[in-house]
């Protein structure tokens, strides 16, 4: 992950500067000093360009002098229409302007150490990148961006605010990471391993095997599983925010087929590669509990998965079959490529009876 820290207001001598610009706004402290230090280069080049702070508008100026490689211009637009989400999606724009730099500064010295927070934020979820299996791009074709020099009034502030955002750019990238992996690494019991890594931040986290499940009656998320050699799971992960360890808990449920070609019911051959993202639904409730934990958040909350995958073997669930649910209802499967609700019927069943109570 991007690397951001935070630091007084102050020119840098070298890098790429990032100047986060309200519309119809005057040069004011770094943007001023930056563009004094380079003979009115930056106040030149954006008004060729006709730069005048839109929001989402950006104006790069090249090699303007004072040691800087760039000097980037991001809109914020009005100042009375500004709000988190700007900040967010201006910070996004940045680090998309700045990806090929390896030292970057961004001049939020006209913002709350709070909105200077959201902004890094912003740049921090656009620098993601899975490319864990690329073996032939090439160095020069790489981004550089590792560390966010970002300069606010309050810097201890910032970071005070910075922190639940990180925690919660850790649990959007562990989702992203989940969802970006191939069918071949993350079967379903490759993914209840990675959620048991939420155990180090606080999580409580309970695995269910074929065997346990079957003893809990879930004929429907096992009659989806029996055609794959792949032995399916179902998670439990519940984080206790409030510490008092009683009532209802929020529930979040997540369909995890890692991969689902329909069953006997099968897809079309074209676009079939990208069922690998039938667990997307799992995958978010796995990142949201890393969030929640990782920022500590004053909630109860528990999460519940259902991994499995669909797959047509001799083994397979036919179109015909009648099965037996958690819930103890019979469903009779008409085509085998309705997996979702098969998974998530047993999974639903079993999280209201066990914590609807609680």
Known sequence: MLDVVFAKPALPRSGALVLLVAE?????????????????AITRGLAAAEFKGSKGKTCT????????????????????ELNRLVLEQAGGHAAAAVARESDVTIAADGLSAEQGAAAALGAVLRSYRFDRY?????????????????LTADPAQAEVAWQPMKALADGVFFSRDLVSEPPNVLNPAALADRCRRLADLGVDVKVFG????????????????????????????????TGNGGGKPVAFIGKGVTFDTGGI???PAGGMEDMKWDMAGAGTV?????????????????????????????????????VKSHSGQTIEVINTDAEGRLVLADVIWYCQATFAGA
């Open 24 to 40: 119809e706004a005057a040069p004011s402290g770094v943007w001023q000093q930056a563009d004094e230090a380079t003979g009115g």
């Open 61 to 80: 100026v090249l090699a303007p002098g004072a040691g800087l490689s760039r000097v980037v211009a991001v809109g914020l637009g009005k100042p009375g």
């Open 134 to 150: 690329r073996t032939k791009e090439k160095p020069e074709d790489k981004p550089r961006l590792a560390r966010l020099a970002l």
């Open 210 to 241: 074929p065997e346990e499940m079957q003893k809990l009656g879930f004929g429907a998320l096992l009659g989806v599983a029996q055609g794959s050699a792949n032995e399916p799971r179902m998670v439990v992960m519940r984080w206790n925010g």
């Open 265 to 267: 019911s099968i897809k």
């Open 286 to 322: 796995i990142g949201l509990m890393a969030a929640l934990a990782g920022r500590k958040a004053k909630v109860d909350a528990v999460g519940l998965v259902g991994l499995v995958e669909n797959m047509p073997s001799g083994t397979a669930q036919r179109p015909g079959d009648v």
